[in-house]
């Protein structure tokens, strides 16, 4: 069961659990503030205990693939809420175009449908992220797929803490990402769409208690980021594959 809470293209908290009623309330506890007012994207039936959820606070509309009689009810009751039913996709790992207008034309690309695999991402630390942190940053990666560059996502395994998007440099992401976070972001690790191009952004991030990263590689500066990753202790893993949203 997953949740993200959307505001203007972007998600503001992002959640997995065991229950969607728990995986909302820890979307919703990564950012309240910006949850006001935001699309929610949630893949199982909404049941009543999530809609009782969700009904605390003021929702533009949500996609989902179904409801129950009883979450209907309680959603009806809210105001201007608009409510879709979304059916998954046959096959979401088929390469589709993804198409954006310009100026004379349009941009054509595959769509970013690839799927980290841990056995082929690199370590290129000294240290290996642990199993919880390996779990944290699987997460992390698969929402920063999701957030406009340049994308920075403090995470904790199944639930975001921080998000830092749409900045002109990487480093100003990541001091953004902690800005936003509610949540104590000690321990946290950190995805980033696309490489460091310095050592500055890890290095902000590492201040701010961030303990391993996850990152496609390709600067010609990485041996300086893994350097960097090696004096501080923290754990880095290149995934050979970036983000591309913008």
Known sequence: PAVAIVKHTNPCGCAEQE????????????????????VIGINRSID????????????????????????LAVLAAKKNLRLLRVSAAADPLVVKLAVKSISGGFLAQTADSAKLDRATAVVKTHRAPSEAEWAALEFGWKVAKHVKSNAIVYARAGQTVGVGAGQMSRVDSVKLGAMKAVLPIAGTVVASDAFFPF????EEAVKNGATAFIQPGGSVRDEEVIAAADRLGVAMVFTGVRHFRH
């Open 48 to 71: 009543e205990q999530t809609a009782r959820e969700i009904a605390k606070t003021f929702i533009e509309a949500i996609a989902a693939p179904d409801y129950s009689e009883e979450a």
């Open 199 to 202: 050592a500055d952004g890890l």
């Open 19 to 38: 229950t969607l009623a728990e995986a909302y309330r820890k979307a919703f506890e990564a950012d309240p503030v910006s949850a006001y007012g935001g």
